[in-house]
């Protein structure tokens, strides 16, 4: 119980007037009161502010904290609900009333009157010739549940637009493209790019479709469709050594699947990375280091919110290393291959109430890479077929906390993806140029297509 002043109450009363005020808040105990001494005793309404808790809402503690503290909430969605309740209180009744009508439940002259009291010889008399009460009850318990159901996650997806937009997880897949760009001009499988002395400038470009329609479990995932390119330079020592530099940009457009309200991302990447390679005898070893960072504009929409936008970035930090080797078989190159990579991956705080924690997640890609060159005509052409597994491990939940102690975990990454590639390339003096396609399958049904063309001219 709080005391106000009365000016104080006149910010959040129907009226005062000749002592007495009347609430026009859900969430404050309505009603008429005297007002004493120019004072008046505020009640926060329990009943009310448990339905929000028992709903499990992520804006809860931001509303009980505002409710107490005599505030309006400043974030979007615990405002509409502390201004709204009612509302959405009476249009559960009409579109309970409308629904029941429509089945028939309900007589032709019916009007609408409040469904809570279902037990009630007034509402009973409402019922159609031949209906029971628990024939309209049953009735009444499924649309309560659907429209639950249905506001909650309108609440929990506006709340949480990353996780269900796939902004996690499509970051990791750009990345995923930009260190295979990378994996391209270091390692030992293609062939057709000798060690020789000098300088390579090269251009990797790409263009993915990534799903996984039940990662994020309860039937729901992502989709995404990304494209991007890589610049590199690099110098190759007398020794055999690979030092270079390489650039990213990327776009992408992606969305939620399974949610009751779907989540838009349009999405844009850009970076940098330095890598190396080193060769001795049959051995290759190769690591990079790079940044990018990630700029999603997300949005959804709901008939309880109504239009839900931000923009979010995020930065992926990555640093991999990796070693193969060269087993000879006739004509044919044989390239087993292993290695282990790092991502950090931090992702903007919501305004919608969501803080992010950063993510660490390791990947120990494992496979085997099999070649071959012959001529033709003058050019050199190198066929190439890759097949790995990639067990991931460390940080593969989003966790979102919300004012309160509330928090939301959501796996967003794949535990066993495997990974098959099939490529060409083709040399003639010195120019390269290779095609690539790689399809990476999982569980929940990931499934990633990505295809490349990647050109290098050695000087």
């Known amino acids: 119980n709080y005391n106000i002043t009365v000016a104080a109450c006149q910010l959040f009363c129907a009226y005062v007037n000749n002592g007495t005020y009347e609430f026009l808040n859900a969430f404050y105990e309505t009603g008429r009161t005297d007002i004493g001494a120019g004072n008046v005793e505020v009640k926060v309404d329990e009943s009310s502010l448990k339905e929000v808790r028992d709903l499990g809402l992520h804006t809860y503690g ?39 009508k429509a089945a028939g439940l309900l007589a032709e002259t019916a009007t609408v009157f409040n469904f809570e009291d279902t037990n009630s010889s007034g509402a009973m008399q409402y019922l159609a010739e031949g209906v029971t009460e628990t024939q309209y009850q049953d ?114 457009d992606g969305n939620s699947v399974g949610t009751g309200h779907q989540v838009d991302n349009d999405a844009d990447y850009y970076g940098f990375s330095a890598y190396g390679a080193y060769s001795t005898g049959l051995f290759n070893f190769k690591a990079d280091l ?38 000879k078989a006739g004509s044919v190159n044989v390239v087993p291959h292993a290695g282990i990579r790092m991502n950090r991956l931090s992702m903007d705080d919501s305004k919608y109430g969501a803080d992010y924690d950063d993510m660490t997640v ?17 050019w050199k052409l190198a066929p190439a077929f890759d097949v790995s597994v990639v067990p991931t491990f460390g940080d593969k939940d989003a966790v979102a906390s919300y004012f309160g102690g509330i928090t939301e975990t959501t796996r967003v990454v794949d535990t066993n993806p495997v990974q098959g590639t099939l490529g060409v390339e083709a040399q003639n003096g010195a120019f390269t140029f290779g095609l690539n396609y790689r399809l990476t399958a999982g569980g929940d049904d990931r499934q990633n297509n990505s295809f490349n063309a990647n050109v290098r001219y050695s000087f």
């Not at 390791?362 to 003058?378: E, I, R, T």
Request: contains cysteine.
């Open 139 to 252: 009735f009444a318990d499924a649309f309560d549940a659907k429209f639950v159901a249905d506001f909650v996650d309108a609440e929990h997806t506006a709340t949480n637009m990353a996780v269900a937009g796939g902004a996690f997880t499509a970051a990791l897949d750009y990345n995923d493209q930009v260190t295979a760009a990378l994996d391209r001009r270091t390692s030992l499988a293609n062939v057709n790019a000798p060690r020789t002395q000098g300088f390579t400038p090269w251009v990797d470009v790409f263009g993915t479709t990534n799903e996984a329609k039940r990662l994020y479990g309860n039937g729901q995932g992502y989709e995404t469709d990304i494209y991007g390119a890589v610049l590199g330079f690099d110098y190759t020592a007398a020794c055999g050594g690979v030092f270079g530099v390489a650039f990213n940009v990327g776009t992408g």
């Open 62 to 100: 931001l509303l009980a904290a505002s409710l107490y503290a005599f505030d309006v909430p400043t974030n979007q969605i615990a405002r509409t609900i502390y201004n709204n309740w009612d509302e959405i209180g009476d249009q559960y009744n009409a579109d309970l009333f409308a629904q029941a």
């Open 362 to 378: 390791y990947q120990l890609p494992l496979g085997v890479s099999v070649s071959a060159a012959f001529d033709v005509n003058g």
């Open 290 to 327: 790079g940044y990018t960072q990630a700029s999603n504009d997300l949005s959804t929409s709901s008939a309880y919110f109504g239009s839900v936008k931000e923009s979010l970035d995020a930065d992926i930090f990555t640093v991999g290393v990796g070693t193969e080797v060269l087993v």
